[in-house]
């Protein structure tokens, strides 16, 4: 890696950055609930959530003491619900085994659950001037244009992203240009190379393939699910939990049903998840409930998935 180039990159970030709340400190717990959040949902999804959290959970104390339910209410919306339950048993154990304080030694980041060698990695240089690469879906990218590599794997790309921040003069800033640069103009829907400020040292410049690239889709499976609604007029609304694994792990439903196949008529909605679609189908109910379950009068306190949230929200204009 030149010096130039690195040059070239720091420099373009110092001047267009955008100005977003975890990079105004370098504190462990900010930074950690930050990239986690960032895995799967998108800025500006985590821009509205991000302060809500800190209100919640002032400290990693406060995180480690709250209940399960609690926390999963507190990411409701952010989807991929495993990360919150990753982040109250790693709060766990950061109070039991560092006596709080989150831990600086990169072997010790890696031991926490929901924590893998990428957002180590950015922990570890963020917060403690590890000289520690980020290798997020971002800097994949662009690593693999820079070096006309459309199909490199990870075990390429760890030590290209290693040899690029041990050329680098500013380990921290070094990672978070990589990721600005991947998230802003090298994106997966576009190369922005005109306005690129490494574009001259690319492989790929002005010849990138997006729709070559964007060819290996998921495969998405339809799911028909019905949905049976208990409503009382004075207890609410009948709520049981999922299961511990599977779609929707933990979080509060009306009782689901899948079906084997697609009824006749029309789902009420129909929820996109990365690997499903799920058709859901209301079955309003007049028998009282059995089976595992609560009557919620108010939805404050439980954490609901979003499709059921849009779900009740339709039924009831019905
Ligand atoms: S020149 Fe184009 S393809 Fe290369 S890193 Fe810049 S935006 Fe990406």
């Not at 003069?169 to 576009?190: R, V």
Request: with cysteine; proline share 5%; glycine share 6%.
């Amino acid at each position: 890696m030149s010096f130039a180039r690195c040059k070239a990159l720091l420099d373009w970030y110092g001047l267009n950055a955008r100005r977003l709340p975890w990079r105004d400190t370098d504190a462990p717990y900010a930074i950690w609930i930050s990239e986690i959040m960032l895995q799967q949902t998108q800025v500006k999804t985590v821009l509205v959530r991000y302060a809500d959290w800190f209100e919640r959970f002032p400290s990693i104390e406060a995180l480690a003491a709250a209940s399960l339910d609690d926390v999963l209410k507190a990411w409701e919306g952010l989807g991929y619900y495993r990360r919150a339950r990753f982040i109250h048993q790693a709060a766990g154990l950061i109070v039991e085994q560092h006596r709080g304080i989150f831990p600086s030694n990169f072997d010790a980041i890696m031991a926490l659950p929901g924590i893998g060698l990428s957002t180590a990695g950015a922990i570890a240089s963020f917060c403690f001037a590890a000289n520690t690469p980020v290798l997020d879906a971002n800097v994949k990218r662009v690593l693999r244009r820079w070096h006309g590599m459309p199909e490199a794997a990870d075990n390429v790309l760890w030590p290209l992203a290693q040899q690029a921040i041990d050329s680098s003069a500013a380990i921290a800033i070094w990672n978070q240009s990589m990721m600005e640069l991947g998230a802003t103009l090298c994106t997966a829907k576009s190369a922005n190379c005109g306005d690129c400020p490494v574009n001259v040292y690319c492989d790929s410049a002005f010849r990138v393939e997006i729709a070559k690239e964007s060819r290996k889709k998921t495969a998405v499976r339809d799911v028909h699910w019905q949905v049976h609604l208990h409503r009382d007029r004075c207890k609410g609304i009948w709520l049981s939990q999922r299961p511990v694994s599977g779609i929707w792990a933990g979080l509060w439903t009306p009782p689901i049903t899948e079906l084997a196949q697609a009824p006749a008529c029309q789902p009420d909605h129909i929820h996109l998840l990365t690997h499903r679609r799920l058709h859901l189908y209301v079955q309003h109910q007049t028998k009282q409930p059995s089976g595992a379950g609560i009557w919620v009068s108010s939805l404050e306190k439980h954490a609901l998935p979003t499709g059921i949230h849009r779900l009740l929200a339709l039924v009831s204009h019905k």
